[in-house]
C-alpha cells in the first residue's frame, strides 16, 4: 500500500486540511477503481466498511492478490468532517456557502469538447484513451475560488480515469440501494449482487452533476457531439447508500468489506475474493421514486420500515400535531418499494418524509433530494 496526503488550501489563516488517498496495486494497472466514503460527513458506515476493506487488501496484496489499480479514499470530506453546529453534524452541506458536497462536480465534456475537436478516430479503445488525456489537461487548467472548490477538484482529478468508480453514501433509514446510469448495465447488477443492495435506481442525468454523474455523463455528452465516432462509456460510476445513518457497527461494515472484495474480484483488480451471494436487485428509474411530503408540521411515527412492499394509498405512518389533536397519515405515494424514511421525529410543514421506488416515471426535471 501506498499513502499520498494532498494538503487543501487552507480558508483563512493559520488553518489547514488534508485529503489522504491509498493505493494498492500498480499505479499503471487496469482495472482501475477508485472508492471514497464521507463525502456527505455526516455518513459513517461508508467510511467504517471502506477501514475494513483496506485490512482485507493489505491481505491481499501480501498474498499477491493485487491485480488492478485500486483508490481508497475513506474520508472524502475533512472540511464537512469538522464542521459541527449545536452539537450535530452538518455532513451534507459546507457551513460557510451551503453548498452540497455532492453537487458541482466539474463537468468534463463541456470543458474538454473543443480540444478534442479532430483528434479522436474510428477505434475506440483509442478514443477512450485519448478522451481521458483530454479530461486531465482540462482537469490541470481547472482553478479554484474556495475550499470546497479545491476538495472537489482533488477529489475527481485521482478518479476521472477509473473504470470503476464508488461513492459510498447512507440514507437517513434506508435498505441498501443505489444510483447508476444506464451505461454499464451487468457491472450495476454485480455490484448489488456483492455488496446485498436491494434497489437500483438508474437514471442517465439526474441533475445537478453529483460525484457518480460527473464520471458517467461526460461519455454521453461526447458521444452526442461527436456522433461519427466510436466513444465507449469510460467508467462505471455509482453513489451507493450503505443503509442508514445508525447503521454503523462493525460486523455490517466487516461483511460490506467482503461484498467490496467480492466486487473487486468480480471486475479483475483481485484474484481470490468471494463469489456474489446476493439476489439481484430491484430496478427502478428515478423518476419513479416519488416522495411523501408532510402536509404540516408535527410528530413523526411509523407502521412501516424501509424495506416493506406497498401500494399506492397505502397508510405508512402518521405526522401528529398534538396542540390541535390532528393525525394526518403519511400514504404510499406510488406503488412499489418503501426504500427510505427520514430520521427526525418531528417533521416541518413541506418535509418530505419517505420515498417509494415505484416503475412509473412521473417525475422530470432535478431528481435528486438537495
Ligand atoms: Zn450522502
Known amino acids: 500500500m501506498q499513502t499520498q ?14 485529503l489522504t488517498r491509498h493505493y494498492w496495486g500498480d499505479r499503471d494497472a487496469r482495472p482501475k477503481v477508485y472508492l471514497q466514503a464521507g463525502l456527505h460527513a455526516d455518513e459513517m458506515p461508508g467510511p467504517l466498511a471502506l477501514y475494513h476493506l483496506m485490512t482485507l487488501l493489505d491481505a491481499a496484496e501480501a498474498e499477491g492478490r493485487i491485480t488492478g489499480n485500486i483508490v481508497v479514499v475513506p474520508l472524502a470530506n475533512p472540511i464537512g468532517l469538522s464542521e459541527w453546529l449545536l452539537h450535530k453534524p452538518v455532513g451534507r452541506r459546507d457551513l460557510e456557502g451551503a453548498q452540497n458536497f455532492n453537487r458541482g462536480y466539474p463537468d468534463l465534456a463541456a470543458l474538454a469538447g473543443d480540444a478534442l475537436e479532430g483528434q479522436l478516430g474510428p477505434d475506440g479503445a483509442e478514443n477512450l484513451r485519448i478522451i481521458r488525456k483530454g479530461f486531465a489537461q482540462a482537469l490541470a487548467g481547472i482553478t479554484s475560488d474556495t475550499e470546497v472548490d479545491e476538495l472537489r477538484l482533488r477529489l475527481i482529478e485521482e478518479s476521472f480515469d477509473a473504470d470503476h468508480v464508488l461513492d459510498l453514501h447512507c440514507d437517513h433509514h434506508a435498505v441498501m440501494h443505489l444510483y447508476a446510469s444506464s451505461a454499464a448495465p451487468g457491472t450495476a447488477d454485480l455490484l448489488c449482487r456483492c455488496v446485498g443492495s436491494k434497489l437500483a435506481l438508474i437514471e442517465d442525468l439526474s441533475g445537478g452533476n453529483a460525484f457518480d454523474e460527473a ?19 469510460g467508467c462505471f460510476s455509482t453513489t451507493l447508500e450503505y443503509r442508514g445513518q445508525h447503521d454503523v457497527s462493525d460486523p455490517l461494515a466487516q ?116
Open 255 to 370: 461483511g460490506d468489506a467482503l461484498g467490496l472484495m467480492a466486487f473487486l474480484s468480480g471486475v479483475g483488480a483481485v484474484i481470490g475474493g468471494p463469489a456474489p451471494m446476493h439476489p439481484a436487485p430491484e430496478e427502478a428509474p428515478l423518476a419513479g421514486a416519488v416522495e411523501f411530503i408532510a402536509p404540516m408540521g408535527g410528530i413523526v411515527t411509523w407502521t412501516t420500515v424501509p424495506g416493506d412492499r406497498v401500494t399506492e394509498g397505502q397508510v405508512l405512518g402518521h405526522v401528529t400535531d398534538p396542540t390541535t389533536r390532528l393525525r394526518i397519515a403519511i400514504t404510499a405515494p406510488t406503488t412499489g418499494l418503501l426504500f427510505r424514511q427520514e430520521l427526525w421525529t418531528s417533521c416541518l410543514k413541506g418535509q418530505g418524509l419517505c420515498h417509494v421506488a415505484g416503475q412509473d416515471p412521473r417525475r422530470q426535471g432535478e431528481l435528486l433530494s438537495n
Open 215 to 233: 464520471h458517467t455523463a461526460p461519455w454521453r455528452a461526447l458521444r452526442a457531439r461527436f456522433p461519427n465516432h466510436t466513444i465507449p462509456d
Open 5 to 18: 496526503t494532498v494538503p487543501l488550501t487552507g480558508p483563512s489563516p493559520g488553518t489547514t486540511r488534508t
